[in-house]
């Protein structure tokens, strides 16, 4: 399934299932996180950051991020760093 991510945000995607992440990436413009849900299991949430390039990840999340991918936007004027905030 796929699932849209906000640019420079950091957002909760509820997950329809047990979710394994699979890649982001772009289609018609709008960047996506697409994950493998099995719906057998309960709904789980997950929060996502997406950073610009030469941004520092705050102090506080440093340890507890998990680097999912890149996604280039406007014409590869936007790249955004798609990271896992594990809790």
Not at 30 to 44: G, L, T
Request: proline share 2%; with cysteine; hydrophobic share 35%.
């Amino acid at each position: 399934m796929k699932y849209e991510l906000k640019v420079h945000c950091d957002q909760i995607i509820e997950f329809g299932g047990l979710a394994r992440i699979l890649c982001v990436g772009v289609q018609h413009s709008k960047a996506y996180i697409w994950a493998d849900v099995h719906e057998d299991y309960p709904n789980e949430k997950k929060r996502f950051v997406m950073f610009n390039t030469g941004e520092e990840i705050p102090k506080e999340l440093l340890h507890r991020t998990k680097y999912i991918g890149t996604v280039m936007l406007d014409d590869g004027c936007y790249v955004g760093h798609v990271h896992q905030i594990i809790e």
